[in-house]
């Protein structure tokens, strides 16, 4: 089991696409983390560096202590489980699984019988452990019953389980997934998720996965890392990814639906402050806003912090009005887009408050939640 270093670690690609810049990143042992990002911010590249795929440009890599910035794949003691499989559709899962096993295994036969004499013996013995290793990982992830199938009879789960086992018989230092469970259906998606993290609790490995989805993120990794053109933007548990986001581009990555902006200018009087947004001016009270503030910035509030105002609702002057534009309903929670003074606002309410397309609605805004963000698309948590 190992850790995984990347110290200054960049790639420029030939042509001149630098697709990673300045990665700095220490994966402990035992850690499962996560690189996302929208498509082209440098996670596949930043992996298949790690996996010996692709030449590194700039920097260091070391594998438990190791540098391996020229060490081919096959001696990184890694092993990757890809998107599409890769499965041989001629053979069955035994020998799928057995078959990255099986040169190594004759090397080593080879090898003992040059002391033991004996090429045979040693050659049963290498066997018997390549059928052990197969098995075992059949039974970690309860294929047994497929062992004898070729992959055409089995389904994508299926197919996928048989993936990750071929990573698994050979027991390597390191994990790496690239955004293997995309093909699969939703419902799959998250059976799968589910399976990789009882992976992860049962072999105790190192693990590095890339994956484009916000929410797969978050419930797979102990650790994210946040990439956008190629940079890191913030690398955190997630729970402190959503709760202090390091910039508006996370906050507007992660959570479901995404956070609501308001960008506005910061009026300051008797100790209070308001945000004056064109036509719809926040009371500040409450908010934990910097002691400072810069005179512009942006105001984020989660969907969840949006609520229609009832009897309850403390007379705060200036509750603001929203015109509700779109309902949408997912039976468990409803989605409330709204039209507040010129300003597009997403609520997501419960599934009990009543409301129709159309009308308008005093909102109540949790300004105690809000977050607070440098002016302009990247700017900084302040
Ligand atoms: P991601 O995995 O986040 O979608 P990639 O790491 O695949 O992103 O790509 C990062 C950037 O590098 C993109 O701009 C992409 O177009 C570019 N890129 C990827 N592979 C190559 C390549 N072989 N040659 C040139 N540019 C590449």
Redesign the pocket.
């Known amino acids: 089991m190992a850790e995984v270093q990347l110290e200054k670690v960049g790639k420029i690609?030939p042509?001149g696409?630098r697709?990673v810049e300045d990665v700095n990143l220490s994966i402990r042992d035992g850690e499962f983390v996560v690189l996302v990002?929208p498509?082209?911010?440098?996670?596949?590249?930043t992996l298949r560096m790690i996996a010996g795929l692709e030449e590194i440009s700039e920097g260091e890599l070391f594998i438990e202590d190791r540098l391996v910035n020229t060490l081919p794949p096959k001696d990184r003691d890694i092993a990757m489980v890809f998107q599409n499989y890769a499965l041989y559709p001629h053979m069955s899962v035994r020998r799928n699984l057995a078959f990255g096993l099986e040169r190594r295994s004759k090397y080593k036969s080879r090898l003992k019988s040059l002391v033991s004499g004996d090429y045979r013996a040693a050659r049963s013995m290498e066997r018997a452990d390549v059928a052990k290793r197969v098995e075992g990982a059949a039974r970690t992830l309860g294929i047994e019953p497929l062992l004898e199938r070729l992959p055409k009879e089995l389904s994508g789960g299926q197919r996928q389980r048989v993936a990750v086992g071929r990573a698994l018989v050979r027991d390597p230092k390191v994990f790496l997934f690239d955004e293997p469970l995309s093909n699969l259906d939703a419902k799959l998606r998250l059976e799968m998720r589910a399976e990789l993290r009882q992976l992860h609790r049962r072999t105790g490995a190192t693990m590095v996965y890339?994956t484009?989805d916000q929410e797969e993120a978050m419930t797979l990794g102990d650790r994210l890392v946040v990439?956008k053109d190629?940079l890191v933007q913030q690398c955190a548990a997630p729970t402190e990814i959503y709760a202090k986001p390091a910039n508006r581009f996370v906050a507007s990555f992660v959570g479901t639906p995404t956070m609501n902006f308001l960008e506005g200018r910061i009026e300051s009087a008797a100790g209070r402050h308001r945000l004056l947004c064109g036509e719809l001016a926040l009371d500040l009270t409450g908010a934990a806003l910097p002691t400072n503030p810069p005179a512009e910035l942006t105001l984020g509030l989660r969907p969840d912090r949006i609520a229609p105002a009832g009897p309850e609702t403390p007379d705060v002057a200036g509750l603001p009005e929203g015109h509700i534009v779109a309902i949408e309903r997912y039976g468990d929670v409803q989605d409330l887009v709204l039209d507040c003074c010129g300003h597009r606002l997403i609520a997501r309410v419960g599934p009990d408050v009543t409301v129709t397309e159309g009308s308008d609605l005093p909102l109540r805004l949790d300004l105690t939640q809000a977050h607070f963000f440098g002016p302009g698309e990247d700017g900084a948590r302040l």
């Open positions: 690609y042509g696409v697709a990002g498509s082209g911010c440098g996670k596949s590249t890339v484009h990439m190629g």
